[in-house]
């Protein structure tokens, strides 16, 4: 029997209703199909949850990252480092399914060269930025808070100001991170024509 002959035969036993094959059997095969498509789907999801995957494309590696670089989060006393993800990437996963698919408009904006130089990095710095707090806001800084929850600090080790703020305003639920973080780990955007900004 030749190559297309068994082929041929091959698509006609695929395309018909099952004769031969049990239920059993096609319901395994379905299972076993699930857990590899489930398998590829996690991994593909968790490649992109990486700091390399991230800074693979210039835009943020020569902006941001250098940014990054020069701040705490990047290099500190005890070690500890935020990557790109810790950030920007919800650790629970149906948030971080949202935040994927929220994404896509960013790979829009990678495909169609929207920040592809600094020049325009820069321009649409505000935008990018104010996008961004909004939606640390609206998570009441879900991504600081994997990290810096408001049980855990010891107050008495903070400034005196920044003791105060967090006991007012972080403990009652008035403000949350991002109200007062702008810029912690990136440069803020210019900000002299946003109405409230001091």
């Known amino acids: ?9 091959l698509l006609g036993l695929l395309s018909r209703p099952s004769r031969h094959y049990s239920l059993a059997f096609l319901t395994f095969g379905g299972f076993i199909a699930g857990i590899i ?17 991230c800074i693979s494309c210039h835009e943020m590696r020569n902006n ?14 005890s070690g500890v480092r935020a990557t790109c993800p810790d950030c920007h990437v919800p650790h629970e996963w149906t948030d971080k399914i949202a935040r994927k698919m929220a994404a896509t408009k960013e790979v829009w904006g ?6 592809s130089t600094r020049e325009k990095f ?10 961004e707090w ?17 049980v855990y600090m010891d107050i008495t080790a903070q400034s005196p100001r920044a003791a105060d703020h967090h006991e007012r305003l972080l403990k009652n639920g008035e403000k949350t991170c991002i109200d007062c973080h702008k810029g912690i780990a990136h440069e803020l955007p210019d900000m002299s024509n946003v109405k409230g900004w001091k």
């Open 37 to 53: 498509f489930w398998g590829a789907f996690n991994t593909a999801l968790e490649v992109t949850n990486t700091e390399a995957f």
């Open 64 to 77: 941001v990252y250098e940014e990054l670089r020069e701040t705490v989060h990047y290099s500190n006393r």
């Open 122 to 131: 820069q321009d649409k710095r505000l935008e990018l930025a104010m996008h």
């Open 1 to 9: 029997m030749s190559i297309i002959a068994r082929s041929m035969a």
């Open 110 to 115: 990678k495909v169609f060269g929207t920040i």
């Open 134 to 150: 909004a939606r640390f806001k609206a998570n009441d800084s879900l991504e600081c808070r994997n990290c810096h929850e408001y």
